[in-house]
C-alpha cells in the first residue's frame, strides 16, 4: 500500500452531489497530478459531512481543514496554496455566527455537540470500499455474534440496549426481534425500510450513501438471531444514488464471503436483495411496504396480524429502519450497557436528524437522545438567519406536530416529545420563521396527505380532502368559528378510525397547531387577513 | 430497446419483480402503453387489471404519454418555506404549461413530488434523474433552458 502524506476528502452525499462535487474531485485529482503531488495525495469521495448548506465540503488531512462551498474555481489555489505551500486558504473556511474562521472540527460547534454512533463512518470512508469499512472495524460486531453469541444472546444484547426504533414508531427493537424469533415458520425474511417519504427527512439516504455495509452488517446479526436466510432492502426510487451505492456494497460483501452461503465459515446463510418503490409515502408504512416488494399495489394491510407473525409472503418477517438498522453494529460490539449511557434512561442513544428551513446549518446531525431543541437550533444550527426571529418548530415531519417558542426547551427524544404533543417521528426537525404563516403552512401539509392518502379507507380518503378544504377556506378568509370545530372533529375521527399510520397522523400537525397558535388562525377568521401577510 | 418479453425474461417472469419491470419498460419512453400492460399480464399469466392497478398506484409510472422530460418538483413544507412556489410558477410560465401537463413540443412534463430528501438544499427539483438544489426562479429558468 502507498502511503501517502496528505489526504483530501470530497463529499459525495446527494446534497453535495448536486452541487457538482464530482466535478470539483475529477479537477482536484487533475491538478494534483499536474502539480506533480500524484503520489503524495490520495482524493477520497466519501459520504455526507452533515454541513449540506456549506457544500461542496472538501476536508484536508492530516490538519483536518474543512473548506466550504469548494468550486471548481477554487481548486487551483487550494492545490498551490494549501497542498503545496501548506498554506491554508482562508477565504474557504467555514465563516461561523462569530466573526472567528472554523478550521477543523474541533473548532465548529455544529460538530464539538455532536454524539457520532450511526454516522461514526460518514464522511470518514469512501463508502464504495469494502477495506475501508473492514479497517474501521465494519463486520466485527457480526462476526462477533456469530462465533461467540447464540441467536437468543444478541436478542436479548439489543432488548437491554433499550434502543427503539427510529422509523417513526419507536417500537422496541429487541422485543420486535424476539416476536419474530419465536414466530413459526419454514422462512422468515429480514426487510430494511429505506422508503425515507417523510417530508424534511435525508438521513436514510445519507446513512445509506456514506456507509452502506453499517446496513449490511445490521441486517446479517438481525437474520442471524431470527433465523432468516433472505433479506430485502426497500430503497425509494428517487434515491438513486443510494441504490447504486447499496448495490456495489452488497456485490463486494458477496465477494468478501460476507453474504451468500456458509458465511466466514459457518453454515449460515444469508443474502440480500434491493427492492426500489415508484412514488409513493404510503409504502413507508410497514405493511404497504410488503405489499410493494410482492409486487402490488402499495395498500397497507389490516394489522393484526402484525408482520412479525405474517409478513412478505406470509412469512414471519422483521421490519427495522435504516438508522436503527445501524446502531446494531456498534450495540453488538460494545455492549448494551455503553449504548445506555447515551442519551436517557427512558430512550438511550442518540438520534439523526436532519436540519431544514430557516436554520443557518441545515443538513445532518447526530446527538444524544435528550439534547434540547434550544440546543439543536441555536448551539448546533447556528440559530435563525438573516436576524428573523424564532416561529416554529415541527418535529418528525410533516406528519409530526407543530410547537411554539415556548417549547424550546423541550428534550429531543421519544417520550419527552410525545407527553409534548408531539412526536420524534424519524428526526425531521423543520424551522420555521416569523415571516411564514401557520395556516399556509397547515395547506401544506394537507396538500401531501390528500395526496399521498392511498384511497382505501373513507376516514383518511375524505377526511384529508374535507380538511385540505376547509383550511383552503381558513387561509383565504372566508372561515368561520365552526370551521375550526370542524377541523377538530374530523381530526379526532381520522385518529381514531383511520386503517393505518397515515390517516391516523394526518391530523397531528393540525391540531398541535391549533393549540400552539391558536391567535393566528382566529385572525384569519375574523377578516384581519394573515398576520404575516402570506394567504392571499 | 427490449421486448416485453425479453424485460419479463430478465425479471425471472417472477410476478414480485412486477414495479422492476414497469420501470424497465417505461425508461424509453417515459410513460406505461397499454399493449406494454397487456403484454406484462399476459407473460405473467396474471389479470391485466392486476399491473394496471400497480402502474396507476405509483406516482412514477404514468399510463397516458409524457414528455422527454419529467420535471418532478418538490412541493414539501421545507421547500415551501424557502420559497418554492416562486419557482414554480417560473417553471409553469417559462414553459407555458400547468402542472401535470406536457409541453406541446413533447420535451417536458411537469409534476409535483414530496420531498426529494435534499431539503438542506430546499427548493429543489428533479430533471429525469438529475436532481437540481438551492433553486431560485432564474436558476431554476436557466437549468430549463439548458436542458437537451
Ligand atoms: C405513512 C407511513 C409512512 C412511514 N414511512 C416510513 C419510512 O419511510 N421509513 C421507515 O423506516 N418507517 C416508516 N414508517 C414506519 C414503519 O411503518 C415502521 O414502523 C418502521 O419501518 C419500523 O422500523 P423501526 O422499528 O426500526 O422504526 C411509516 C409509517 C407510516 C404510517
Ligand atoms: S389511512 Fe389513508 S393511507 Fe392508510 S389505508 Fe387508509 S386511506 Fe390508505
Ligand atoms: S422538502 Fe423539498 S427536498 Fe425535502
Redesign the pocket.
Known sequence: MTLHRSHVLVCSGSNCALHSSSFVKDRLTLEISQAGLGDEIRVLETGCFGLCAQGPIMVVYPEGIHYCKVGLEDIGEIVQEHLLKGRIVNRLLFKGTSDKNWMTKDDFDFYRKQERVVLRNAGVIDPENIEESLVRGGYAAFGKALSEMTPSQVIQEITDSGL????????P?GR?WQFTQEAAGDKKYV????????PG?SK?RLILEGDPHTIIEGMLIAGYAIGATQGFVYI?GEYLLSIERLQKAINQAREFGLLGKGILGSDFEFDLEIRSGAGA?????????LNSIEGKRGE?RFKPPYPAVRGLWQKPTL???????ANIGPIIQNGSDWFRQIGTPECPGTKVFTLSGNICNSGLIEVPMGMTLREIIYDIGGGIPDGHQFKMAQTGGT?GGCISADLLDVPMDIPSLAKAGTALG?GALLVVDDRHCVVDLAKTFLRFFAH?SCGQCTPCREGTTVLLRLMNKLASGKGDAQDITNLQRLSTTMQQASL???G??APLPILSALTFFADEFHAHLEGQGCPAGVCG | MNTVKEIVAEHGHESSRLLEMLRCLQSPTNYLSEEAIVGVAKELNVPISHVYGVASFYSMYSTKPRGKYIIRFCESAPCHIEGAAEVLEAVQDQLQIAVNETTTDGKFSLELTSCLGVCGVAPAMMVNSTVYGNLTPEKAKKILAATE
Do not use: H, M, W
Not at chain 1, 281 to 289: H, R, S
Open positions: 427503539q426504533g427510529r422509523g417513526g414508531a419507536g417500537f427493537t420486535k426487510v430494511c425500510n429505506a422508503d425515507e417519504g417523510e427527512t436514510d425509494r409515502y404510503v409504502c413507508g408504512e410497514e405493511t404497504a411496504l397497507p421490519i427495522n429502519n435504516v438508522e436503527t438498522l406528519s424519524s399521498e393505518c399510520g397515515l391516523q397522523t
